[in-house]
Nanobody, 121 residues
């Protein structure tokens, strides 16, 4: 069993900052790519940022220069530092990870439960 648990969401004023955390727990062999997605009401879920095990990163154009994704492999945790937040960033943010449960099995994708981020104007 693998579980991803997110934390750090909340209500913040425009221009403020939040840091999201996502920790994987359970039994697994390897965590590969980890990422953050977000979904606002009436909109499709979109990739915000992702980071490989070797710290290669990729960001949505809308968050470049404002958000920073990082990971701590020893803690099985991925972070999203969000600065200069805008009302357009309001969404439910979901953690995603590609995880091999054993050295013999293929990778599967896992999702966190989501954490609400609300940015007021």
């Amino acid at each position: 069993q693998v579980q991803l648990v997110e934390s750090g969401g909340g209500l913040v004023q425009a221009g403020g900052s939040l840091r999201l955390s996502c920790t994987a727990s359970g039994s697994f062999f390897s965590i590969n790519v980890m990422g953050w997605y977000r979904q606002a009401p009436g909109k499709q879920r979109e990739l915000v940022a992702e980071v490989t095990r070797r710290d290669n990163t990729r960001y949505a154009d809308s968050v470049k220069g404002r958000f920073t994704i990082s990971r701590d492999n020893a803690k099985n945790t991925v972070y999203l530092q969000m600065n200069s937040l805008k009302p357009e960033d309001t969404a439910v943010y979901y953690c995603n990870a590609g995880i091999e449960t054993t050295r013999w099995e293929n990778e599967n994708n896992y999702w966190g439960q989501g954490t609400q981020v609300t940015v007021s104007s």
